[in-house]
């Protein structure tokens, strides 16, 4: 079964620091890849997707991620952390002719000022 | 517009009860999914709809589960007899088109739980 593992459970960074949030998953054929986001209170909401082409994926609020096929990894990057960017992140790929994700654990970020 | 929006949004219930979860999705929006996330951990896939059909349904865990969509817009995902371990966040998702990696907008969840 296909599966998706991000090594970082819990990210403490401070402000301006960089940050990169690993990313692999298991599955050897076509891939479909995201990363949500879960800021306090809210719902998850998409921070972006690859689906083909450049391999480098920008995102919304200066994220961006990097899809490795040779690595099976997507991980997530920003050059200087916020503290608005406080939340927790979660990787996930679709499963084969489907369209269901399949999430990682998530990885939660805090940002201190 | 709208978002997902998800009823109710807490569930407190005692073991053995049957609850019924409720997803009015994004007008217009073809798929609708249904997650549980368990603390600690990344949602976990249940079922799917393309319109009033369910497509997949490898994720619901045993056969107290069960969803619908008669219409093809509100759908209820059933859980009969619960048990401690069904709590959790049951979150609904809906996509425009039924396309393999369209993006799946969420709702805020239901938190469940089971006394």
């Known amino acids: 079964a296909q599966s998706v593992s991000q090594h970082n459970h819990h990210v403490i960074l401070s402000e301006a620091a960089s940050l990169e949030l690993g990313c692999n998953y298991s599955y050897g054929g076509t891939v479909n890849l995201f990363w949500y986001v879960q800021y306090p209170g809210q719902h998850l909401q998409l921070l972006l997707k690859y689906f083909s082409g450049d391999p480098l994926v920008k995102g919304i609020k200066g994220f961006e991620a990097e899809f490795i096929k040779s690595k099976f990894s997507f991980n997530l990057r920003k050059p200087s952390v916020q503290w608005s960017d406080t939340a927790e992140y979660f990787c996930?790929?679709?499963?084969?002719?489907?369209?269901?994700?399949?999430f990682g654990t998530g990885t939660r970020l805090q940002v201190f000022p | 517009g709208a978002g997902v929006s998800q009823s109710p949004r807490y569930k407190v219930t005692k073991r053995g009860q049957d609850v019924a979860l409720r997803c009015d999705p994004i007008s217009g929006h073809v798929s609708l999914y249904w997650y549980r996330q368990a603390l600690g951990q990344g949602p976990e896939f249940l079922t799917y709809f393309n319109y009033e059909a369910q497509q997949d349904k490898s994720g619901l865990p045993n056969d107290r589960f069960s969803a619908e969509r008669p219409e093809g817009s509100i759908s209820t995902l059933t859980i009969q007899r619960t048990e401690q371990r069904d709590s959790a966040m049951y979150r609904c998702?809906?996509?425009?088109?039924?396309?393999?990696?369209?993006?799946?907008?969420f709702g805020p969840g239901t938190r469940l739980t089971v006394t």
């Open positions: 996930a790929v679709n499963e084969g002719k489907t369209d269901k994700l399949i």
């Open positions: 998702a809906s996509s425009l088109e039924a396309s393999r990696g369209d993006e799946q907008y």
